[in-house]
T-cell receptor
Framework: GQQLNQSPQSMFIQEGEDVSMNCTSSSIFNTWLWYKQDPGEGPVLLIALYKAGELTSNGRLTAQFGITRKDSFLNISASIPSDVGIYFCAGHPFPYGQNFVFGPGTRLSVLP | DGGITQSPKYLFRKEGQNVTLSCEQNLNHDAMYWYRQDPGQGLRLIYYSQIVNDFQKGDIAEGYSVSREKKESFPLTVTSAQKNPTAFYLC?????????????FGSGTRLTVV
């Protein structure tokens, strides 16, 4: 079945730094979602992307739908301590009617 | 406010016992899902339902059972046949097509076998 790879698996950054992470696949997807999961809680939707090349922002977060439809990117600017958590990407494969496929997550730690 | 509620937040089970996890949503979503998350791991799909009285097995359905008698409710039973049930369980819901709105998740139930 389709699989998503997320990179990096984990990262430690200083407060105030910018963060970049990506999600890749060998298959084409028609929708990309980015979620954040706080410890002990359920994932919360951050950004949804529906068109190849689309660039969408949500506050300090910016995500892009890759032109090849096989990848997506998430950037966080000026990180703060509450950015700590696990960031999941999810892709909706062709054809329509299937379930979303989730990546394994990128664990972000922010050092004060 | 609309949302999806999982209960209880923490659950302890003795080996050999069945246990049922509750999931209720008031988002008027047609589709509901159950995922399992192990420490440091991603989300693995257990069961999903796209309409009342119908459900499908996901990637790791063995040892689990579900029912979908009402649109709002999708309880998950972890049976004694599940060999390693200790995990964090997440319920989600979505519109029928799923991709237009994404999945809305509950806050999870942490199950521990003692």
């Amino acid at each position: 079945g389709q699989q998503l790879n997320q990179s990096p698996q984990s990262m430690f950054i200083q407060e105030g730094e910018d963060v970049s992470m990506n999600c890749t696949s060998s298959s084409i997807f028609n929708t990309w979602l980015w979620y954040k999961q706080d410890p002990g809680e359920g994932p919360v939707l951050l950004i949804a992307l529906y068109k190849a090349g689309e660039l969408t922002s949500n506050g300090r977060l910016t995500a892009q739908f890759g032109i090849t439809r096989k990848d997506s990117f998430l950037n966080i600017s000026a990180s703060i301590p509450s950015d700590v958590g696990i960031y999941f990407c999810a892709g909706h494969p062709f054809p329509y009617g299937q379930n979303f496929v989730f990546g394994p997550g990128t664990r972000l730690s922010v050092l004060p | 406010d609309g949302g999806i509620t999982q209960s209880p937040k923490y659950l302890f089970r003795k080996e050999g016992q069945n246990v049922t996890l509750s999931c209720e949503q008031n988002l008027n979503h047609d589709a509901m899902y159950w995922y399992r998350q192990d420490p440091g791991q991603g989300l693995r799909l257990i069961y999903y339902s796209q309409i009342v009285n119908d459900f499908q097995k996901g990637d790791i359905a063995e040892g689990y059972s579900v029912s979908r008698e009402k649109k709002e409710s999708f309880p998950l039973t972890v049976t004694s046949a599940q060999k390693n049930p200790t995990a964090f369980y997440l319920c989600a819901s979505s519109t029928r097509d799923g991709f237009s709105t994404g999945y809305t998740f509950g806050s999870g139930t942490r199950l521990t076998v003692v």
